[in-house]
């Protein structure tokens, strides 16, 4: 009972507000709050998640009664966990109709709402704070919101895992004594906390806080100081030249986006390569370098670390800190047995168009290799088998790390039927795996992202057990049936798009991957062999890519699915240099695809673009 009143009240303040936008002239708000049917109540139930991302995307575009309705909905009936950012976005509501006292009103039965989760309050009590220095105008709401600030630090002071939060509440604090004029106590501020960014694990976040503090000498006239600062990101051993590059440029007030999906590039560094795709995202895949082009890692896990360079340029949240993106669970091992033993990783490709590389585990009674194969738009493939024929295994169990940061939701798995979350503590059976950590309002330095995994062959199942408390699990065990054959599986992972925002997306990219598009010859043939081709039809389910041989030009016909950013590997394609590209018939601007040899006889062609289902198009190299 307590939480529905609560609910009650903050619908009773959003009243208020809308009641004042009523005698203002705006009486449509008025309807399109109040005159909601029992039908939509009862859907607003059945769909809370639907009607909480309806009403973020309204509120950004501004529709502020669309957006209220909704939220209010949430409220009311939502998922638990949904409420209280359903109330922060009323809030934001009442924020943009001018209401502040209302929108006050609002954080504090915020306030109250969280107190019925204890171990998120300290959460929600920085929360509000940060949300009210956003709206509380002249000195004297400057200072009252200073006030809180240093309150709330008091609270989570100490606790370790609230350093980035703290780190947050000193930014803003800075950004309101410089605002209010005194520059000098908010360099004071960010220059004594640094010391407790001083470990590896805080490396990014350290530079944005050395950027913050280089701006703020610049503001005040001290530009040398800055300079200063500058320096000490370029020759800190815990960075590199790319924090100097988007420090500089942060310092100067240049714009941080870059163009995503142009290509990937490769840095190869004593400890670990990594895999950038400039302002998309970074793998990074830690393992000494041994003889060759082999590396070791001693810990057994491949990809180690992941950002999100979209909203986090810094790199200051690794997303996978303390996990591996994808491990393969040994049958040949105890489940009880520490972790695992030490696999060679070795690159096979590295080029703009895409990255593969190797990962072998010499330790196991029959040693089993897995392949992976990275694209710049965030596709991932990998190819799992073994050195020796093996008869097809009716199972294979992997574990999927999910980024774990500090904040009260977690991820969610989403239901394929009705883009749901799908119930804590049920064992999940189905076509694909999506795992969604939500772009909540409030959730800050928490990257939104969803983790699609699909398996290799149409029909195959992944089956998981979902978490009693999304918000403290990261590590998944999955297992994969009838995903492969021939003894190899595969299976793609996606870590760039936003699925949610489509409802029907993740569905769509599942069609496309199962049922590939049609390719029409002129010359040469399809190759129905490579190494990667589950079932024989000229596209490597282990690769992402359809393989032809002898042939300079292909038709693509898309069928039933949209064909986003398709590969072509052109085997003998007979060229010595990079040919140009044309497409139906016209040469293609060189920004619209990526092209590459990765070896003397294999060129690799990504478009980047789209396909539509039921077009078709042409590519021709000359």
């Given at each position: 009972?307590?939480?529905?009143?609560?609910?009650?009240?903050?619908?009773?303040?959003?009243?208020?507000?809308?009641?004042?936008?009523?005698?203002?002239?705006?009486?449509?708000?008025?309807?399109?709050?109040?005159?909601?049917?029992?039908?939509?109540?009862?859907?607003?139930?059945?769909?809370?998640?639907?009607?909480?991302?309806?009403?973020?995307?309204?509120?950004?575009?501004?529709?502020?009664?669309?957006?209220?309705?909704?939220?209010?909905?949430?409220?009311?009936?939502?998922?638990?966990?949904?409420?209280?950012?359903?109330?922060?976005?009323?809030?934001?509501?009442?924020?943009?109709?001018?209401?502040?006292?209302?929108?006050?009103?609002?954080?504090?039965?915020?306030?109250?709402?969280?107190?019925?989760?204890?171990?998120?309050?300290?959460?929600?009590?920085?929360?509000?704070?940060?949300?009210?220095?956003?709206?509380?105008?002249?000195?004297?709401?400057?200072?009252?919101?200073?006030?809180?600030?240093?309150?709330?630090?008091?609270?989570?002071?100490?606790?370790?895992?609230?350093?980035?939060?703290?780190?947050?509440?000193?930014?803003?604090?800075?950004?309101?004594?410089?605002?209010?004029?005194?520059?000098?106590?908010?360099?004071?501020?960010?220059?004594?906390?640094?010391?407790?960014?001083?470990?590896?694990?805080?490396?990014?976040?350290?530079?944005?806080?050395?950027?913050?503090?280089?701006?703020?000498?610049?503001?005040?006239?001290?530009?040398?100081?800055?300079?200063?600062?500058?320096?000490?990101?370029?020759?800190?051993?815990?960075?590199?030249?790319?924090?100097?590059?988007?420090?500089?440029?942060?310092?100067?007030?240049?714009?941080?986006?870059?163009?995503?999906?142009?290509?990937?590039?490769?840095?190869?560094?004593?400890?670990?390569?990594?895999?950038?795709?400039?302002?998309?995202?970074?793998?990074?895949?830690?393992?000494?370098?041994?003889?060759?082009?082999?590396?070791?890692?001693?810990?057994?896990?491949?990809?180690?670390?992941?950002?999100?360079?979209?909203?986090?340029?810094?790199?200051?949240?690794?997303?996978?800190?303390?996990?591996?993106?994808?491990?393969?669970?040994?049958?040949?091992?105890?489940?009880?047995?520490?972790?695992?033993?030490?696999?060679?990783?070795?690159?096979?490709?590295?080029?703009?168009?895409?990255?593969?590389?190797?990962?072998?585990?010499?330790?196991?009674?029959?040693?089993?290799?897995?392949?992976?194969?990275?694209?710049?738009?965030?596709?991932?493939?990998?190819?799992?088998?073994?050195?020796?024929?093996?008869?097809?295994?009716?199972?294979?169990?992997?574990?999927?790390?999910?980024?774990?940061?500090?904040?009260?939701?977690?991820?969610?798995?989403?239901?394929?039927?009705?883009?749901?979350?799908?119930?804590?503590?049920?064992?999940?059976?189905?076509?694909?795996?999506?795992?969604?950590?939500?772009?909540?309002?409030?959730?800050?330095?928490?990257?939104?992202?969803?983790?699609?995994?699909?398996?290799?062959?149409?029909?195959?199942?992944?089956?998981?057990?979902?978490?009693?408390?999304?918000?403290?699990?990261?590590?998944?065990?999955?297992?994969?049936?009838?995903?492969?054959?021939?003894?190899?599986?595969?299976?793609?992972?996606?870590?760039?798009?936003?699925?949610?925002?489509?409802?029907?997306?993740?569905?769509?990219?599942?069609?496309?991957?199962?049922?590939?598009?049609?390719?029409?010859?002129?010359?040469?043939?399809?190759?129905?062999?490579?190494?990667?081709?589950?079932?024989?039809?000229?596209?490597?389910?282990?690769?992402?890519?359809?393989?032809?041989?002898?042939?300079?030009?292909?038709?693509?016909?898309?069928?039933?699915?949209?064909?986003?950013?398709?590969?072509?590997?052109?085997?003998?394609?007979?060229?010595?240099g990079l040919p140009d590209v044309r497409i139906d018939g016209k040469i293609a601007n060189s920004s619209s695809y990526n092209l590459s040899w990765v070896d003397r006889d294999t060129l690799i062609l990504r478009w980047n673009g789209t396909v539509p289902a039921g077009g078709r198009l042409r590519f021709a190299l000359e």
């Open positions: 009972m307590p939480k529905i009143l609560k609910s009650k009240r903050a619908a009773f303040v959003l009243g208020k507000i809308l009641a004042v936008g009523m005698y203002r002239g705006c009486a449509i708000f008025a309807f399109y709050l109040w005159s909601f049917p029992n039908h939509g109540l009862a859907e607003a139930q059945k769909e809370g998640l639907t009607e909480y991302l309806t009403a973020e995307k309204q509120r950004e575009e501004r529709q502020w009664a669309k957006a209220g309705n909704l939220y209010r909905i949430v409220v009311e009936t939502g998922p638990e966990f949904l409420r209280p950012y359903a109330t922060l976005g009323l809030f934001r509501v009442a924020t943009g109709l001018g209401e502040g006292a209302a929108a006050l009103s609002l954080l504090d039965s915020l306030v109250d709402d969280a107190g019925l989760f204890p171990r998120h309050r300290e959460f929600w009590l920085a929360v509000t704070a940060l949300e009210r220095a956003k709206i509380l105008p002249g000195e004297d709401g400057v200072k009252g919101s200073i006030r809180e600030l240093e309150d709330v630090l008091k609270v989570i002071e100490n606790r370790h895992p609230h350093i980035r939060l703290r780190a947050e509440i000193r930014l803003v604090m800075a950004e309101l004594l410089s605002r209010a004029g005194q520059g000098r106590r908010a360099i004071q501020i960010l220059t004594d906390s640094l010391p407790e960014l001083r470990s590896r694990q805080w490396a990014g976040l350290r530079a944005y806080q050395k950027a913050q503090l280089a701006r703020l000498y610049v503001e005040i006239g001290e530009r040398d100081w800055a300079v200063s600062l500058l320096e000490e990101i370029r020759h800190d051993p815990h960075m590199d030249s790319r924090h100097f590059k988007v420090a500089e440029a942060f310092v100067e007030g240049h714009d941080l986006s870059q163009s995503c999906v142009m290509g990937l590039v490769v840095r190869d560094e004593p400890a670990c390569f990594s895999v950038e795709s400039p302002g998309c995202f970074e793998l990074r895949i830690t393992a000494s370098k041994g003889e060759g082009k082999e590396r070791i890692a001693v810990k057994g896990q491949v990809v180690t670390h992941w950002f999100n360079l979209q909203e986090d340029p810094f790199r200051t949240v690794n997303l996978l800190a303390g996990g591996s993106l994808l491990e393969v669970m040994d049958s040949f091992v105890p489940s009880s047995s520490p972790a695992p033993g030490p696999v060679m990783i070795e690159l096979l490709e590295s080029s703009s168009t895409r990255v593969r590389f190797r990962s072998r585990s010499l330790s196991l009674p029959s040693p089993r290799c897995e392949e992976y194969t990275v694209y710049p738009d965030g596709r991932v493939f990998v190819l799992i088998g073994t050195e020796e024929l093996l008869p097809d295994q009716p199972r294979v169990e992997l574990l999927l790390t999910t980024p774990l940061i500090d904040t009260s939701d977690g991820w969610q798995l989403i239901s394929p039927n009705r883009n749901l979350p799908v119930k804590a503590g049920v064992t999940f059976e189905g076509p694909h795996l999506l795992l969604a950590r939500l772009s909540f309002a409030g959730r800050r330095w928490a990257v939104a992202d969803d983790l699609l995994l699909l398996p290799g062959i149409a029909g195959g199942r992944l089956i998981t057990q979902v978490p009693s408390d999304a918000g403290l699990s990261m590590r998944r065990k999955v297992s994969c049936e009838g995903c492969g054959k021939g003894g190899k599986m595969a299976l793609q992972l996606r870590i760039m798009p936003s699925f949610l925002e489509q409802p029907d997306l993740a569905e769509k990219y599942r069609g496309s991957y199962h049922h590939p598009a049609n390719l029409v010859i002129p010359e040469g043939k399809l190759v129905i062999d490579d190494s990667g081709d589950l079932n024989s039809d000229g596209y490597n389910e282990g690769e992402g890519c359809h393989v032809v041989r002898g042939a300079r030009e292909v038709e693509l016909h898309a069928g039933a699915y949209d064909r986003t950013d398709p590969v072509i590997k052109f085997v003998l394609p007979g060229f010595v």
